[in-house]
């Protein structure tokens, strides 16, 4: 059975050959491991072979695996939906958010962020493929958006999120990350002093990456189908 070490090698391998074709840097591509749904077993198996980075969706699952691996300088990630009632320990346990797209969630996570933490580091999640069971901002809204958060001081606006629509396609994979990627470009010629590309997954990160991905998130790839 290939272990969490190998499969871990395999995708760090597999990010530097796309963009190795895309013409980057590797280190301008940050992994960031999905553990949702696996034990912290698994993470600390990861972290052992080098993984510092870890993406969770789900609050209450990823506040026991953070009891459990508190011992490991782990960087939190959280990536799911956001609800209201949620905020106060996702701003109190996490040190990045990459699904914000509400100003009502946007003010709930400035006002309950420790200032022992410094500032939450934030990306904007948007709808890119205008599907309306997705969450997600559309373009105009997210610039609305970016604005109001310049005046939330305990949040960092660092970049944009995105979960297009599946396709095995790679144009189609890459026309939607190049939607993203210009929204992206356009906020920083308004001001904006942004540096991260949430985009990319298992199935789609070498377009991703070719549309200058800075962080792909991955998990099955690297810990195995997940369990029921």
Request: hydrophobic fraction near 40%; charge should be neutral; proline fraction near 6%.
């Amino acid at each position: 059975m290939t272990s969490i070490s190998e499969r871990l090698q395999a995708v760090r391998a597999s990010i530097e050959q796309a963009a190795a074709v895309a013409g980057r840097p590797p280190q301008e591509v940050h992994l960031l491991a999905v553990s949702k749904a696996h034990p912290a077993s698994a993470l600390r198996e990861a972290y052992a072979a080098g993984q510092r980075m870890f993406g969770e969706n789900y609050l209450q699952e990823a506040l026991a695996k953070q009891d459990e691996l508190a011992d490991l300088p782990i960087e939190w990630h959280f990536i799911g939906p956001i609800q209201s009632n949620k905020t106060q320990a996702i701003a109190q346990h996490f040190d990045w958010v990459h699904s914000v797209d509400r100003l009502k969630i946007a003010e709930r996570l400035n006002a309950a962020r420790p200032t022992s933490k410094g500032p939450l580091q934030l990306c904007l999640q948007v709808n890119v493929s205008n599907e309306e069971t997705k969450s997600g901002l559309t373009p105009d809204a997210t610039l609305i958006l970016a604005q109001e958060i310049q005046s939330l001081p305990a949040l960092k606006l660092r970049g944009l999120m995105a979960i297009p629509g599946p396709t095995s396609d790679t144009q189609m994979q890459r026309a939607q990350f190049h939607q993203v990627r210009s929204l992206f470009q356009q906020l920083q010629q308004q001001g904006f002093n942004l540096d991260t590309l949430s985009i990319g997954m298992s199935e789609d990160f070498p377009a991703a990456i070719a549309e200058g991905a800075t962080i792909v998130r991955i998990g099955s790839a690297i810990f195995g189908p997940r369990k029921p």
